[in-house]
Every structure is written in C-alpha cells, then in structure tokens.
C-alpha cells in the first residue's frame, strides 16, 4: 500500500514539514517519487519510526545521516551501526539516570509539602 506524505504524516503524528525536512537532509534514500510527489511504502514508514525514534533520543541529525547513509551500504557496515546504537542507547541510559535523581528531588519536595 503506498502513502502521501500527508497520510505518513498523521499517520506517524509529525507534520509534513519534518518529514520534507527528514528527505531534503538525505534520511529518506529510498522514498519514491511519481508525477514529482513522494510516494511512501510501509517500509518507508518502518524506517521514519527509526528516524523520529534516534531524533528523539537527542542523536543529531548529522549523526542519523552518517547512520542512514552505513545503512546504504549493507552488511559491511552492521559493526559501525551496532556502536553507534550502543553509544546512543548509552546516552539515552544516562539520561535516564539524571531525570531519576531530578525526580527523587521533586518526590522530596513533594513529600516535604504535604507534611509542612
């Protein structure tokens, strides 16, 4: 089944200007065109989950371009993909970790309020 990218775009809950913008920065390689309209298949869809998903974890679009673009070269990029995963995946922990700790200080001054 092929998608517009207004379709895409509520569909995946982004607008239409985020995925042009995911497309003219070369993170859509593989998206079709007809009559000059993008034409989106559902692994276009698949792969922009991937995209919001690293974007949203705080990776840099500079960093998913050198990520999609070892995609483009198949299997002899998998060890460089899995490390930048891994260094992603290490950044999203630590995240974690902080917004922890700033919620036991709030949970403290929660619980310091309802007894004050």
Do not use: H
Request: charged share 30%.
């Amino acid at each position: 089944m092929s998608y517009t990218i207004s379709e895409v775009a509520n569909r995946m809950g982004i607008s239409p200007s985020t995925i042009r913008y995911y497309d003219k920065e070369g993170l859509l390689p593989n998206v079709k065109r007809k009559n000059g309209q993008r034409v989106f298949e559902e692994i276009d869809l698949r792969f922009l989950v991937l995209l919001t998903c690293l974007k949203n974890t705080g990776m840099p679009i500079k960093r998913i371009r050198e990520y999609v673009e070892m995609i483009q070269q198949g299997d002899d990029s998998l060890t460089d993909r899995y490390q930048i995963i891994q260094e992603q995946r290490q950044f999203v922990l630590q995240q974690i970790e902080q917004l922890n700790y700033f919620l036991s200080e709030l949970d403290f001054k929660d619980w310091y309020y309802q007894k004050a």
